[in-house]
């Protein structure tokens, strides 16, 4: 006796045969279950022609009940593209992929590619220090590099290989390179000021020990702040990032430098309340002794005592100006390179300011205790 096929005829598992795929549905069955025609549909769909609303909204719900989708391919052969954007952070190559514990990373990252998304770009992750051979055969429009370092290699090889790129202000006036920044000497000032205004004049710094045009930037922001007033250039540089090695930076500028520090301006990405805790830990009141503010985007800033001032990088708008900007360069024929300068916020908190009637601390000379084990 002969066994039935499976289900429609198509084999079955249990005849150790694979099922053929379900065919694609295409525009005109989506039109034909819509009682719609194939023009009115592909308006619909494409958000062009004048329908009116409940027919667009009948010829878009047909389509998403039956699974349709555009075909790609021919899609990508229209229009010469294949609307894959590269991503890639610069910073952290010697461990490529960490980049995603950072909170601004991890933000800056979501957002771009929600905001490709939403203008029809996928993208694609790229290790740092990623080689020609690794994304050459990619059918990349455009690369976004994040933070590259001075000795990585990957924006020449992208402009090299024609791909336009998306990066910080490093790549300013080069053919083929286009940027989205913020001004990090705005920033490191107007906290430096803020501090002065709250009395502090032994402000230290630890920044990350990075070859990234913003970290160099804040470094030298520093520097020249403190020489125009006249104060105590105080700074440590974390040898590695990351929370642990951040905060052992932070234990050192509150207790190895020539000064004691009366305020701290953390660049260096790490969490907030270790932060506070390693001031506690060394003898420290916030903000009565020391003045604290962390450039970072974590929401643990709001939910300590005090709560720590934050400066933020605006990681969200960052992304949105350089998507915007990809897209008026591969949609619109922008051929002049260019950039666009994002401002930081300030968000001050009670971290970064003195209590009424509390005077600033007196010089004192620096601690030599070691940090606890």
């Avoid at 933020?312 to 100006?321: N, Q, T």
Wanted: aromatic share 4%; glycine share 8%.
């Amino acid at each position: 006796m002969t066994k039935a096929p499976g289900h429609g005829g198509q084999p079955s598992p249990r005849d150790g045969r694979l099922s053929s795929p379900a065919p694609r549905v295409r525009l005109v069955d989506v039109a034909r279950e819509a009682g719609l025609s194939k023009t009115t549909v592909s308006a619909a769909l494409n958000g062009t022609g004048r329908l009116s609303p409940e027919v667009r909204e009948r010829a878009r719900e047909t389509a998403r009940s039956m699974g349709y989708r555009p075909n790609a391919t021919a899609r990508q052969l229209r229009a010469g593209r294949a609307r894959l954007i590269g991503y890639v952070v610069g910073e952290l190559a010697d461990v490529p992929w960490t980049f995603l514990e950072s909170p601004y990373f991890a933000r800056l990252t979501g957002a771009t590619a929600a905001t490709a998304l939403g203008r029809g770009y996928a993208m694609v992750l790229l290790p740092a220090g990623s080689l020609q051979s690794e994304w050459s055969a990619l059918p990349l429009d455009a690369v976004i590099v994040a933070d590259p370092v001075a000795d990585d290699r990957i924006v020449d090889d992208l402009l090299a290989a024609r791909i336009p790129v998306f990066s910080d202000r490093s790549v300013e006036g080069r053919p083929g390179a286009h940027w989205v920044d913020v001004d990090a000497t705005a920033a490191v000032h107007r906290t430096l000021d803020h501090f002065l205004d709250q009395g502090a004049r032994r402000p230290a710094l630890v920044v990350p020990d990075s070859t990234t045009r913003f970290h160099r930037e804040v470094f030298a922001a520093h520097h020249d702040w403190c020489a125009a007033h006249g104060l105590p250039e105080l700074a440590v540089r974390a040898a590695e990032p990351g929370n642990g090695p951040v905060v052992r930076a932070v234990e050192t500028a509150l207790t190895g430098l020539p000064e004691r520090p009366d305020a701290l301006l953390v660049v260096a990405e790490a969490s907030p309340p270790l932060v506070l805790d390693a001031a506690r830990r060394h003898g420290y009141e916030v903000p009565g002794d020391l003045l604290l503010a962390c450039v970072s985007e974590d929401e643990t800033a709001l939910h300590t005592e005090p709560r720590v001032t934050t400066l933020s990088l605006r990681p969200d708008a960052v992304a949105e100006a350089g998507i915007e900007h990809l897209v008026a360069v591969l949609e619109h024929g922008r051929v002049e390179t260019g950039g666009t300068l994002v401002p930081v916020r300030l968000d001050v908190r009670a971290s970064s300011v003195r209590p009424s009637g509390h005077p600033a601390p007196p010089p004192q000379p620096p601690c030599t205790s070691s940090p606890p084990t």
